[in-house]
């Protein structure tokens, strides 16, 4: 199985908004509701921000949301702040197993 | 507050079987799929396995003749085993907690850090 298609790296500046997106196939991304986004800090464990596509645990500011049009999903950031800077990866359920992304640096200027 | 927390060897020779355990604190271990996800240092994340706490379980079929998954409730631990490990299975090797009705990885271990010396 192919890992989902995030772009390497993204910037913005404090109060701007980013987004992330993440490709897939109709085997993953296209063919169920359970895409998710982790925020990872160097020398941390992954940390589970949005679930189901969209939904935020009760731990994630609201900030953050995600979104999906057919194969493709996308993590939005709002508001930028220092600690937001971070790698960022999807994951998609592709049936009996889970597909993650290549990751995404995001720098915030 | 569920935690979640890896141990085992963190030098394993090339060719052996890798083996760690992660310990369940703070939370039942019913009703949960239990998973194993490494980083090769510098890289992504791979999703290894999960068990279910009755004691299926299921594999990357990118690794599967390799990999075994087990659970022991008595004790609210998993297990992974790796076979034939070579240096490409170096990496930081995480447990999660998966809930059965949102299929995501909602909690984590720290991570350990496993190294195949040649």
């Known amino acids: 199985q192919s890992a989902l298609t995030q772009p390497a790296s993204v910037s913005g500046s404090p109060g701007q908004s980013i987004t992330i997106s993440c490709t897939g196939t109709?085997?993953?991304?296209?063919?169920?509701?359970?895409v998710s986004w982790f925020q990872q800090h160097p020398g941390k464990a992954p940390k589970l921000m949005i679930y189901?596509?969209?939904k935020r645990p009760s731990w994630v500011s609201n900030r953050f949301s995600g979104s999906k049009s057919g194969n493709t999903a996308s993590l939005t950031i709002s508001g930028l702040q220092a600690e937001d800077a971070a790698d960022y990866y999807c994951?998609?359920?592709?049936?009996?197993?889970?597909?993650f992304g290549g990751g995404t640096k995001l720098t915030v200027l | 507050q569920v935690q979640l927390q890896e141990s085992g060897p963190g030098l394993v020779k090339a060719s052996e079987t890798l083996s760690l355990t992660c310990s369940v604190s703070?939370?039942?271990?019913?009703?949960?799929?239990w998973s194993w996800i490494r980083q090769p240092p510098g890289k992504g994340l791979e999703y290894l396995g999960r068990?279910?706490?009755?004691?299926?379980?299921n594999y990357n079929p990118s690794l599967k003749s390799r990999v075994t998954i087990s659970v022991d409730t008595s004790k609210k631990q998993f297990s992974l085993k790796l076979s034939s490990v070579t240096a490409a299975d170096t990496a930081v090797y995480f447990c999660?907690?998966?809930?059965?009705?949102?299929?995501?990885?909602?909690?984590w271990g720290q991570g350990t850090l496993v190294t195949v010396s040649s």
């Open positions: 999660a907690r998966v809930p059965s009705g949102s299929l995501t990885f909602d909690y």
């Open positions: 703070g939370g039942s271990i019913g009703n949960y799929y």
């Open positions: 068990v279910y706490y009755n004691g299926s379980s």
């Open positions: 109709t085997s993953d991304v296209g063919s169920y509701n359970l």
């Open positions: 189901e596509d969209y």
């Open positions: 994951c998609s359920y592709a049936g009996s197993y889970w597909v």
